[in-house]
């Protein structure tokens, strides 16, 4: 039995009108730009990969984010990384730029994955747009991972979220106090989350 939990169209749809009524250009450019480029794409759950920037958007707009460069942020953050797309080639101003510039990881010449790791993580903050969105990117990943990852990545991924994702919301918190209710939302969905999936991996080793 197909999953039909999330519509790709529905939501696509959704983002279309918000964004038209509210004057968005940035995040019209990117939503069209977004499902082209990550047309056949899927999820490890076998998901069209479009749902994962969609809901990411869909839930930026319901806590009340309206910031145009944030949302197109979202919508285009693993275009790059994941599509093959230059930076040049995207469709919006050079402040989404920079923030999907942010977003992609890579590793440099004469970078361990780690050394890489340290420097992504410590250069987000440079840039709202891809701090907020790295934060709600996290909070869809902690939130599908189970089912779809090994006990073994899924230990690593939430060392990886306490290591480096909760000092981010720490960051955000003191460079963005006017956002402290959204940044609680997430840290509350994040925390949860990973305190659930840990109680259920400790309660079958402990078995």
């Known amino acids: 039995m197909e999953r039909t939990v999330f519509n790709a169209d529905k939501m696509y749809t959704y983002i279309r009108g918000y964004a038209s009524g509210a004057g968005m250009k940035q995040t019209l450019k990117a939503l069209s730009f977004a ?90 903050p440079q840039s709202k747009e891809a701090l907020i969105t790295k934060l709600i990117d996290r909070c869809h990943n902690v939130s599908s991972m189970a089912g779809t990852f090994s006990e073994e990545k899924l230990k690593a991924y939430i060392e990886e979220t306490k290591r480096f994702v909760y000092p981010l919301l720490r960051k955000a918190k003191l460079a963005y106090p006017d956002e402290a ?23 079958y080793e402990n078995h």
Do not use: W
Not at 184 to 202: D, G
């Open 35 to 124: 499902r082209e480029k990550h047309e056949g794409q899927k999820r490890k759950n076998g998901d069209p990969y479009l749902i994962h920037p969609l809901i990411m958007a869909c839930n930026a707009l319901s806590l009340g984010i309206q910031d145009d460069n944030v949302v197109a942020t979202i919508l285009l953050h693993d275009v790059c990384e994941d599509c093959g797309v230059s930076l040049s080639e995207l469709p919006v101003n050079d402040v989404v730029r920079r923030g999907v510039e942010l977003m992609t990881f890579q590793v440099m010449e004469g970078e361990t994955k780690e050394s890489a790791k340290i420097r992504y993580y410590n250069m987000l």
């Open 181 to 203: 209710d959204i940044l609680f939302v997430l840290k509350y969905h994040m925390t949860s989350v990973v305190n659930s999936i840990e109680a259920t991996i400790q309660a």
